[in-house]
């Protein structure tokens, strides 16, 4: 039990570690790019309703989005190793 417990207290800190990460790399995006992603992701918009939020067109909004995955992917990778290692 006692084994169980440390592998849920490791477990449970390493994914605070990861959203700690994960909120940091959001916020180190460029403006646009951030707004991107909040409004996706936790705002729940649309493509169009996003664009339109951002006074871009919808093209210019994918490409933001796109540029803020990357950049996301690039700064938490690390973590995305991590989690393909792991059984």
């Known amino acids: 039990v006692?084994?169980?417990e440390r592998e849920g207290v490791v477990e449970t800190e390493l994914r605070?570690?990861?959203q700690d990460a994960v909120?940091?790399?959001v916020a180190d995006l460029p403006e646009h790019q951030r707004m991107a992603v909040l409004l996706v992701k936790y705002e729940g918009l649309s493509y169009d309703d996003?664009?339109?939020t951002l006074g871009v067109s919808v093209e210019?909004?994918?490409s933001l989005l796109f540029r803020a995955r990357e950049t996301l992917k690039q700064n938490l990778q690390k973590y995305v190793e991590g989690e393909e290692a792991a059984p």
Do not use: T
């Open 2 to 4: 006692a084994g169980n």
């Open 16 to 18: 605070r570690e990861l």
């Open 23 to 25: 909120k940091r790399a």
């Open 50 to 52: 996003a664009s339109e």
């Open 60 to 62: 210019a909004f994918k």
